[in-house]
């Protein structure tokens, strides 16, 4: 079938604008990502846990310890107004789990069941002490059960904000696993699609940086997708010690990426939390 001569100019003509317009995007999210890099510095320490490094962050003195760990898709920084309003009573310490943030991923791909393992391994090269309360939002309070079933875990309190349940109020399947395809393009910066959830954290400006950022939405993909299997996995799963308190926050936020932006639900929490350490 032959193929007119002005049809092949049109179709050479739209190629032409896309890859321009491709490559256009992809400069701008390299130049934006630099700019990031030097405005976003890692506000703690790199912990090897193995063939990687975890960052963690600590601020305030005192004891028990509160370990936070970040919902879905987010980073210690996601815990920013909650670490800062605790530290003023005792030690607090969030995290990166590997391949968010600023941790490192490590050769293997991702497992769930290595997060509480490498928490612990993160817990005691940082010279981190325990008893801990361990405080998990989204995603992040699966991970929390997790570690806290640890014979070794030295929880006195789990602090369970908006556990995961089933699939109800997830965004559509697509968005996670295009994202650090559509993050190369400098889509997702331009659109805001992602960053804009955590517009109105104090700190933020981390946080949207890493929303846009290919690794950061590459590791924060694979969680997403074991979501199912982890709420299988930790239904019904008790801490080890039965002295640990078991606190549970409904904020109601119905969504599996969602950050602590209200500042109603940041005291929520914060309340919660400090009742746990009594």
């Known amino acids: 079938m032959l193929v007119r001569p002005s049809v092949r100019r049109a179709v050479g003509a739209v ?3 896309v890859v321009f317009i491709l490559l256009l995007g992809a400069t701008y999210q390299g130049v ?3 700019l990031e890099r030097r405005e976003f510095a890692r506000p703690g320490g790199l912990v090897s846990v193995g063939d990687h490094q975890l960052h963690i962050y600590c601020t305030g003195k ?4 509160v370990v936070l760990e970040a919902p879905a898709a987010g980073l210690s920084a996601a815990w920013a107004d909650v670490q800062r309003q605790l530290s003023g009573r005792t030690r607090v310490c969030s995290y990166d789990r590997a391949g968010l943030g600023w941790s490192e991923s490590g050769d293997r791909p991702f497992d769930p069941a290595l997060v509480p393992v490498e928490l612990r391994t993160l817990l005691s090269r940082a010279n981190v ?3 801990f ?7 992040g309070a699966a991970f929390a059960r997790l570690y806290a079933a640890r014979p070794d875990a030295d929880a006195l309190a789990l602090v369970l904000v908006d556990p995961p349940a089933g699939s109800t109020g997830m965004q559509p399947r697509w968005i996670m696993p295009a994202s650090p395809w559509l993050a190369r393009t400098g889509v997702l910066r331009a659109g805001r699609i992602l960053s804009s959830r955590a517009d109105g954290l104090a700190g933020g400006g981390a946080l949207h940086a890493f929303l846009n950022r290919p690794d950061h939405l590459a590791r924060a993909a694979d969680e997403l997708l074991a979501w199912d299997d982890l709420v299988r996995q930790t239904s019904g799963l008790q801490p080890a010690s039965t002295r640990t308190k078991v606190t549970t926050v409904d904020l109601r936020t119905g969504d599996r990426i969602a950050f602590l932006t209200n500042p109603a639900a940041v005291e929520t929490v914060v309340k919660a939390v400090e009742a746990a350490m009594r």
């Open 129 to 131: 002490p325990g008893p």
């Open 62 to 65: 005192g004891t028990p310890t």
């Open 32 to 34: 934006a990502t630099a």
């Open 133 to 139: 309360v361990l405080v998990g939002h989204g995603l």
């Open 15 to 17: 190629t032409a604008i």
